[in-house]
């Protein structure tokens, strides 16, 4: 067991300022990135990284004084705001369909100045739109966010073989939807946008 991960959750849950901002310069990174695949929306993911440290900060005393690194236990609290986040997201497409085109027409054109390049996190998400919500953060959390099959227990709070067995569900369904879809539009090299891509990608084992 790391003694420095040790020494890291004590002086976060004795609310050590210094210690929780090494641990933002850290791990910020990573739960924006999560953020980002489970949302879908630059603008969102920011929001979901601020509240999730907002979070671990008020919740600190909860940290267990022994274990790991506690990104684990960051990208739990992100995955729920997150999935708040989608929530949010879905009710306002409803108030934006009861509006008048010309409303609705407006908003567009102003969000769309706000985004780059969106294609390939668009197909990402159509891709992981089509996977139950539970498979869907078993996917992110074991293949981009890097943990493995503990760590991403710890992170959901559900049973290792859970973990296993969603993340099979997921790998299934998108090697499933990529058969149904036959030919899949090319992409840039290095990309990963289609379901075969993603149901490819590897997954950490757990760490011995």
Known sequence: MNKSDNDTRRRVREGDREAFALLYEDFARAVYNHALRLTGDWS???????????????????????????????????THKADNARRGARRRQLFLARQSPREVEDFAAR???RIDDARRLRAVQAALGRLRRPEREVLVLCVWSGLDYQETAEALGIPV????????????????????SGREPRVRRGETTSAAALAALPVREELT
């Open 44 to 78: 969102t993911a920011e929001e979901v990284m601020s509240e999730t440290f907002l979070t671990a900060w008020r919740s600190r005393d909860r940290v267990q004084e022994e274990g790991g690194s506690l990104l684990p236990w960051l990208l739990g609290i992100a």
């Open 111 to 113: 969000t769309a100045a």
């Open 161 to 180: 073989g859970t973990v296993r067995s969603r993340l099979s569900r997921a790998r299934r369904k998108l090697a499933r939807l990529a058969d149904e």
